[in-house]
């Protein structure tokens, strides 16, 4: 059975997360940046929104130079803590839809790959289906969007997600494989930088087209053997490196707003409650424990703070984060008068679960 690989790549991620919270910034040019301890002087750009990048606006720009370009850009800072919330709200709608826990590999916070060839028995009609199911349940669940690629590998997925970026679905089934990569300009291919790009322009090599037909031990005496030897595989839209969690320690959250800004302790509570439970339900099937509890609130005002507990052994039991959870929150009730705009719960430090119940320890 042909192998079926889903690339999912957020689109504009933190710009598009700062646009949900505010509303008034649709429609306009949104520019994240990465302040320096200089402050607003200094910094570069993490990211922004396609209205940015159209005024030339991008990644690791100055901040200084991405203010000329567009005076009247919105411009923000970086609010990391925030953004890994959201992302692990994501990696489990996509994880939940991989063939299994091993079938899935985050990559960075805002994109992964996920194998889903038994789901749908090599199919790609039904992988298609299985990807608008992801971008909608992205959508629904975290009302931001994201480019989904899919291809019998990861290079190919890679490079199909971004094909049709924002908002897209591409499918590149084997057999079309050749005709995609060919006219690309080598800069295209997944895992050429710019330096290789222009050692390969030096060669003469400008297209993937003329890298595939190119000779591989040519490849190989300017690049050595096994940069030699991807440069020709990738070219040719071969790739078989599996899709693998890079690592066990991981974490598990959810987020979601309250119907308005609010202190009610009702509201906060019968939220985190319905939270609590989605994570322990991924947590059980899962079959891991965890050894932190983390509660974020973002209030009224946009500022994120968190509170977290750890503990000396590993649990699993709902009662547990529960108890602490629950803690935590009368803690940020008690410290501020600002009203709560979102709340979220997260488990970190994972471990396969033994089947035992843990002790509970600080």
């Known amino acids: 059975m042909e192998r079926v690989i889903i690339h999912v790549d957020m689109d504009y991620f933190y710009a598009a997360i700062e646009e949900r919270e505010e509303p008034m910034l649709k429609g306009k040019a949104v520019v994240v940046c990465m302040y320096s301890n200089r402050g607003e002087s200094g910094g570069a750009v993490s990211t922004s929104n396609y209205i940015a990048r159209d005024a030339g606006i991008r990644s690791a720009m100055p901040c200084k130079l991405a203010k000329s370009k567009k ?4 411009f923000l800072p970086v609010r990391k803590a925030f953004y890994e919330e959201v ?23 805002d994109e992964a790959f996920l194998e889903i060839t038994e789901s ?15 971008k909608e349940e992205v959508k629904s669940q975290e009302r931001i969007t994201c480019s989904v ?18 908002d897209g679905i591409t499918v590149i089934r084997p057999e079309e ?13 997944w895992g050429i930088g710019k330096v290789t790009e222009d050692k390969l322009i030096e060669m003469g090599i400008t297209t993937v087209k003329e890298l595939a037909a190119f000779n591989v031990m040519e490849l190989i005496s300017v690049f ?17 490196s599996p899709v693998k969690e890079r690592t066990a320690s991981d974490q598990i959250g959810r987020m979601a707003s309250l119907k308005n800004d609010s202190r009610n302790e009702n509201m906060i509570f019968s939220l985190l409650d319905e939270l609590m439970d989605d994570v322990v339900s991924k947590v059980k099937k899962r079959k891991v424990s965890f050894r932190s509890v983390t509660v974020t609130v973002i209030f009224s005002n946009f500022k994120t703070s968190t509170k977290s507990r750890t503990f000396n052994h590993a649990v699993s039991d709902r009662e547990i984060l529960a108890e602490n959870a629950v803690e935590l929150m009368k803690q940020f009730l008690d410290e501020s008068t600002i009203n709560f705009r979102r709340v979220g719960v997260r488990v970190g430090n994972l471990q396969e679960s033994t089947g035992q119940k843990s002790l509970f320890d600080f």
Do not use: H
Request: hydrophobic letters at 35%; a positive charge.
């Open 120 to 134: 749908c028995n090599g199919d790609y009609d039904i992988a298609k289906e299985i990807g608008l199911r992801i």
């Open 71 to 74: 005076p009247d850009a919105v």
């Open 87 to 109: 992302s692990a709200n994501v990696m489990e709608i996509l994880r939940s839809n991989a063939d299994s826990e091993e079938s899935f590999e985050k990559i960075s916070i």
């Open 224 to 240: 050595g053997k096994n940069k030699g030897m991807w440069l020709k595989q990738a070219a040719s839209g071969q790739d078989d």
């Open 177 to 189: 494989t050749e005709d995609f990569l060919k006219p690309m300009p080598v800069k295209k291919l």
């Open 149 to 166: 690629g899919i291809g019998p590998n990861k290079l190919i997925a890679k490079m199909a997600s971004s094909f049709r970026k924002p």
